[in-house]
């Protein structure tokens, strides 16, 4: 329940205070009077599918609406608070509530944006009027309900039975530092490079009553990939990820995303169980019927939803599709050790943070000869081959890892010096001012002259070449290199669908449906150790490193993992798209 002094502190946080005084304050009402639709993250979501998600949560009027407490934490035009609205008022009429008082706990909701609240509290208070209520009834309502201020910096009691929405997609670039500092402060789960969408969802969980439900449409990204970690581990430890829709490919929204969204509802609850669709059509009267199969105390028999356990495990990315791939990755994971785990290294190229100034055509570098790396770039791999241009690499790192004394090496100090503004510029020269000439990442010449794997960061397929040791690797570029592994049958069985498979259901899709074959998915393929590969296996690995015959080299693989014939359709079909 919300008392007066509750409603008087989240006006306080949401209000500009002393303009021009407080930076952090100025910094929000930069945000509440500037940018459009697209620097503000905002993405309208349609009728139907909000709809779907009140249906999903409870939130209908058969319900006892007037005694659940709602919160929309980013209003927008209301395409959520409009409809949620409308099914209270029907709820209090039956009931006989349609009045301020049953009505003024009912619903908190927040927008940021001026302009927008404005133009919302407008519709709603047209709305309350149409209902019934009058004038003066449908004003405090609207003063009750709706906030214009920063979600993330407003105080609420943390008593609501339904949290639901759509919130924004920002990345952290468009929020000025100032309150990013502030957000990182107040907000564990900003992790790495998470958009705040996800500070959104974990103050959203904590404004949860017991038993409450919280459910957004949104972005994925935050299931899988590393920035979500954080959010995972919340979600694992306090609450239950009970449904989960899978958008992708739907038109939920009244424009295009190139995030691919999905619907899920947390509870604020114990539980293991998770209801699964994937990719609904957008109809009023099918949502209607899903909404109940997937509410239902059992999901009925004919249901095309799907039931799973477990989920949810610490930090680990979420598999909530390709119910018989994940099988067989697990299986595969019980079975065999990871890839670094049977002798192989996974890294990634190196990021200058200035690739102008320290990459260059190799033989025009002015620097000492010890100074310079021939560099493979993505550009420069082909289908089944490195074609390397011709790219070199200034490298300032000596063989003990640390950076070279420029006065021992006039040609390159004069090189560096001669785009030391460039160079000195950047963030990592800024926090460590002697050190100006470091490239982001430290440069290790012993693995230019590694036999190695390379693979492109995004493709629709694993592109996997074999470099056999003269090129230095850029980012962008993933390297596998193996003490124990011959490189050759390596690259082979990271070519068939095994490493497709892993990658697939581990990783993000992005738009096109290409893959990200990223360090921290590539870990996730399992192999088994050399030493139990029988040397008629590692000779045929081997041969078939490079083939085009995707279909003979999988049935070799199948025989290393000693797949059935069913695992191994599994795996074609991941290679056959």
């Known amino acids: 329940m919300f008392n007066e002094e509750s409603l008087v502190s989240v006006s306080l946080a949401l209000q500009p205070a002393f303009p021009g005084l407080c930076p952090l304050t100025d910094a929000v009402e930069k945000l509440a009077t500037e940018g459009g639709i697209e620097e503000r993250g905002a993405i309208y979501t349609k009728r139907e599918v909000v709809e779907f998600i009140l249906d999903l949560t409870g939130y209908t009027e058969t319900a006892p609406l007037t005694e659940y407490r709602l919160l929309e934490p980013s209003f927008g035009d209301g395409d959520f608070l409009l409809p949620a609205i409308d099914r209270l008022l029907a709820a209090a009429a039956r009931d006989g509530k349609l009045a301020y008082q049953p009505l003024a706990d009912a619903i908190r909701a927040v927008e940021l944006h001026r302009a927008t609240y404005e133009g919302t509290r407008a519709l709603i208070a047209a709305r309350l009027r149409k209902s019934g209520l009058t004038s003066d009834d449908a004003a405090r309502l609207c003063d009750a309900w709706l906030y214009q201020g920063d979600f993330l910096l407003a105080e609420f009691e943390p008593a609501f039975t339904h949290v639901l929405g759509n919130p924004p997609y920002v990345r952290q670039e468009a929020i000025p530092d100032i309150l990013m500092a502030e957000y990182r402060m107040r907000y564990k789960t900003i ?158 190229g190196v990021a200058t943070g200035a690739d102008k100034a320290f990459i260059g055509e190799f033989d025009s570098l002015d620097v000492e000869p010890s100074r310079k790396l021939p560099l493979v770039m993505t550009r420069d791999i082909l289908e089944d081959h490195v074609a390397w241009r011709g790219k070199g690499i200034v490298n300032p790192f000596g063989d003990d890892g640390k950076l070279v004394d ?172």
């Open 406 to 577: 420029l006065a021992q090496f006039p040609k390159l100090c004069a090189y560096l010096e001669e785009r030391k503004e460039q160079i000195a510029g950047r963030h990592v020269a800024a926090k460590n001012p002697r050190g100006w000439y470091r490239t982001i990442d430290r440069i290790y010449p012993e693995l230019t002259y590694r036999e190695k794997l390379l693979i492109p960061d995004i493709k629709g397929d694993a592109s996997i070449v074999y470099e056999e040791g003269k090129l230095y690797p850029h980012h962008n570029l993933y390297f596998i290199t193996s003490d124990e592994w011959d490189v050759h049958a390596l690259q082979a069985v990271m070519r068939s669908g095994i490493a497709r498979l892993f990658v697939s259901l581990y990783c993000t899709r992005m738009r096109g449906g290409y893959l990200r074959f990223q360090a921290q998915y590539l870990r996730k393929i399992r192999i088994p150790k050399w030493q139990d590969v029988s040397a008629d296996l590692r000779q045929r690995l081997a041969d078939y490193a490079e083939t085009n015959d995707r279909h003979a080299l999988n049935e070799i693989v199948s025989e290393l993992y000693g797949l059935t014939p069913e695992e191994l359709k599994l795996i074609e079909g991941k290679t056959a798209e």
């Open 191 to 348: 992790y790495d490079r998470a958009d705040i969408y996800v500070p959104f969802i974990e103050r959203s969980l904590a404004l949860l009553a017991r038993g409450g439900k919280q459910s957004f449409i949104c972005a994925d990204r935050w299931m899988k990939n590393k920035y979500g970690k954080k959010l995972r581990e919340l979600v694992s430890r306090h609450y239950a990820l009970t449904t989960y829709v899978d958008m992708y490919g739907v038109d939920a929204f009244h424009a295009e995303v190139s995030a691919y969204p999905a619907i899920t509802v947390i509870e604020k609850a114990a539980g293991s169980a998770t209801r699964v669709f994937a990719r609904p059509a957008v109809d009023s009267a099918f949502l209607k019927s899903l909404a109940a199969e997937l509410t239902a105390p059992k999901l009925p028999k004919k249901s095309q939803g799907r039931e799973i356990r477990n989920v949810t495990a610490g930090g680990e990315p979420w598999v909530l599709d390709s119910f018989d791939e994940l099988a067989l990755v697990r299986r595969l994971e019980a079975q065999y050790p990871a890839l670094e785990d049977a002798g192989c290294k996974v890294g990634i």
